[in-house]
């Protein structure tokens, strides 16, 4: 209505892509569909992962985050299935597992491995910070080796706290940080935890400790995790009193 009718309230025939609110529709359609129609289970830890197994072992079960899912199967009938019943309801296209959500996916059938890694995420951080052309990026640890920087080192001087924004913006360092450590680069987690303190308020010492961490990353862009199969299943836990 624009502004000859600034109070009308226009009912949603479709929810466009980019929208507001496409997500949780899009969510809602998918998995009440899924649900209700097709015999899919939903785990109540993880609201976006849903399956279904049939008595002789063929299943479908996958994950995912507004249109893009990363699917496994078992069992050529139960597949074929399903692609035809998705095929009525939804517009799809399938191909192999190699990018999902800025992760990079590289599966070797043959050694049953697959090596999970983020190079274009480390790269959207270096043009996000104006790093891009730096060439320092030989740190050996993603942990300074100077001085842990601590809320002494922040400035009391108004001035120079607007410079250090100006200089680097934390908040998008800590952002980009946290997507990579929840990833594939636990190695980072020390630094973001001390980095994520000081999102508001920094000074040099952060920003130089906060750059020290960029250029490990940089140089290491291809260092992710890899899983094998056949290995023992379990769950180590390292903790600090």
Not at 7 to 13: E, K, Q, S
Not at 14 to 28: D, I, K, S, T, V
Not at 91 to 106: C, F, H, N, Q, V
Request: proline share 5%; charged share 25%.
């Amino acid at each position: 209505p624009g502004e000859k009718h600034p109070d009308t309230v226009m009912h949603l025939i479709r929810a466009l892509y980019g929208g507001m609110e496409c997500g949780r529709l899009f969510w809602n359609a998918f998995t009440e569909w899924h649900i209700k129609e097709m015999g899919f289970t939903q785990v109540h830890q993880d609201q976006c992962y849903l399956q279904k197994e049939l008595p002789d072992g063929s299943f479908v079960k996958f994950v995912f985050h507004v249109d893009d899912a990363a699917i496994a199967q078992k069992g050529d009938a139960m597949w074929k299935w399903y692609q035809d019943k998705l095929r009525e309801r939804f517009a799809y296209t399938l191909g192999p597992l190699r990018k999902y959500l800025s992760l990079d996916i590289e599966i070797d059938y043959d050694k049953q491995t697959c090596k999970i890694s983020q190079r274009g995420q480390v790269q959207r951080l270096l043009s996000a910070v104006g790093m891009s052309t730096d060439t320092t990026r030989t740190m050996a640890s993603a942990v300074p080796t100077a001085r842990t920087p601590t809320e002494e080192d922040v400035p009391t001087d108004p001035k120079i706290l607007r410079e250090c924004k100006d200089k680097l913006d934390m908040e998008v360092v800590v952002g980009h940080l946290l997507y990579l450590q929840c990833g594939t680069r636990p190695d980072i987690s020390f630094p973001l935890k001390v980095l994520s303190r000081f999102t508001k308020a920094y000074g040099p010492a952060h920003i130089a400790y906060a750059k020290h961490v960029i250029r490990y990353l940089a140089g290491t862009q291809d260092l992710g995790l890899l899983y094998r199969a056949g290995d023992p299943a379990g769950l180590q836990i390292f903790t600090e009193a």
